[in-house]
């Protein structure tokens, strides 16, 4: 993986946050529209990308690396949980703020970043297995994260969260695959259309929810370089020497590591957005995390 493959990626979407700034500067974007955005991305065009993850060839032979896959990705996610509730922010009194860290150290850009470094690296397959990691981490997201934004923990909350549009595409999607069930073509391209509006739209939010801010105030603030600390070198670490420690195969670990290597999640400031829980620190966090990964990136690859 070189530095200019990652930087090109990290760049474009970059570019596309830009676009998302100016056109809020130029009020052609709310922020009543753009939270009606941020609705439109978590309840339409993210389960179309998941659900079209599913539609493709079954291929018994690759069953074993989906497993291992999915065993490492739930364990990633239960030690990264244990460690952003217990250890990464302990000190910090309960706030907005520390809701944004704690969900900074758990969700990587697994998705739209992910996707196209790990396709450039290990083509359709790794896209493939990638989406597996992808459709536990909305699992996660939509429980874990739903969790620590609304602040209720009851019973009745995690139904929602649990009859979230994201895992009704993942109940829909798995069988289609599994039993290789055929889909009109139409649905099929409706699907994979609406879901590649996922990764400009997400970055349009974060890009206008920058805009309420200044430049100055961006890149300031201990705890965007704290949170980005944690996501981007932290975090896949400690991952590279657990899998090594365990002997994880080698296939489902660099795919695990490389999802774990991403920035911090667009849907951090997504649902810090929609639950008003700082939107204004989530969105530099991703910032911040994402332009730094340009040079982190390349080095995980080197070792994973």
């Given at each position: 993986?070189?530095?200019?493959?990652?930087?090109?990626?990290?760049?474009?979407l970059l570019i596309i946050l830009f676009i998302g700034f100016i056109i809020?500067?130029?009020?052609?974007?709310?922020?009543?529209?753009?939270?009606?955005?941020?609705?439109?991305?978590?309840?339409?065009?993210?389960?179309?990308?998941?659900?079209?993850?599913?539609?493709?060839?079954?291929?018994?032979?690759?069953?074993?690396?989906?497993?291992?896959?999915?065993?490492?990705?739930?364990?990633?996610?239960?030690?990264?949980?244990?460690?952003?509730?217990?250890?990464?922010?302990?000190?910090?009194?309960?706030?907005?703020?520390?809701?944004?860290?704690?969900?900074?150290?758990?969700?990587?850009?697994?998705?739209?970043?992910?996707?196209?470094?790990?396709?450039?690296?290990?083509?359709?397959?790794?896209?493939?297995?990638?989406?597996?990691?992808?459709?536990?981490?909305?699992?996660?997201?939509?429980?874990?994260?739903?969790?620590?934004?609304?602040?209720?923990?009851?019973?009745?909350?995690?139904?929602?969260?649990?009859?979230?549009?994201?895992?009704?595409?993942?109940?829909?999607?798995?069988?289609?695959?599994?039993?290789?069930?055929?889909?009109?073509?139409?649905?099929?391209?409706?699907?994979?259309?609406?879901?590649?509006?996922?990764?400009?739209?997400?970055?349009?939010?974060?890009?206008?929810?920058?805009?309420?801010?200044?430049?100055?105030?961006?890149?300031?603030?201990?705890?965007?370089?704290?949170?980005?600390?944690?996501?981007?070198?932290?975090?896949?670490?400690?991952?590279?020497?657990?899998?090594?420690?365990?002997?994880?195969?080698?296939?489902?670990?660099?795919?695990?590591?490389?999802?774990?290597?991403?920035?911090?999640?667009?849907?951090?400031?997504?649902?810090?957005?929609?639950?008003?829980?700082?939107?204004?620190?989530?969105?530099?966090?991703?910032?911040?995390?994402?332009?730094?990964?340009?040079?982190?990136?390349?080095?995980?690859?080197?070792?994973?």
């Open positions: 993986m070189s530095l200019q493959v990652a930087a090109e990626q990290i760049c474009t809020k500067r130029l009020n052609i974007i709310t922020d009543e529209l753009n939270k009606k955005l941020s609705i439109i991305l978590l309840y339409i065009t993210s389960p179309a990308l998941i659900f079209s993850s599913f539609i493709k060839e079954y291929d018994p032979q690759k069953m074993i690396t989906i497993g291992y896959i999915a065993l490492g990705t739930f364990c990633s996610f239960f030690v990264f949980i244990l460690l952003a509730e217990t250890v990464f922010f302990f000190f910090l009194k309960a706030s907005e703020a520390k809701t944004v860290l704690k969900a900074s150290a758990v969700f990587s850009n697994c998705g739209y970043m992910g996707f196209p470094l790990i396709g450039s690296v290990f083509g359709q397959d790794g896209v493939f297995y990638a989406s597996i990691y992808v459709v536990i981490f909305h699992l996660m997201v939509w429980t874990y994260g739903v969790i620590i934004y609304s602040g209720e923990r009851d019973l009745k909350n995690l139904k929602r969260a649990l009859l979230s549009p994201a895992l009704i595409a993942v109940a829909i999607g798995l069988p289609v695959y599994i039993f290789q069930i055929k889909i009109p073509v139409p649905i099929v391209n409706s699907s994979k259309l609406v879901g590649e509006m996922t990764t400009p739209l997400a970055m349009i939010i974060i890009g206008a929810i920058m805009a309420n801010t200044k430049l100055k105030e961006l890149i300031m603030g201990w705890k965007v370089y704290y949170a980005s600390f944690i996501r981007l070198v932290v975090v896949p670490v400690i991952a590279i020497i657990c899998l090594r420690l365990i002997s994880f195969p080698a296939e489902a670990a660099q795919i695990i590591i490389i999802t774990l290597a991403m920035p911090v999640a667009v849907n951090v400031a997504i649902f810090a957005e929609r639950y008003d829980k700082d939107p204004i620190l989530a969105s530099k966090i991703v910032t911040i995390s994402t332009i730094l990964s340009i040079l982190t990136i390349p080095v995980v690859f080197l070792f994973c």
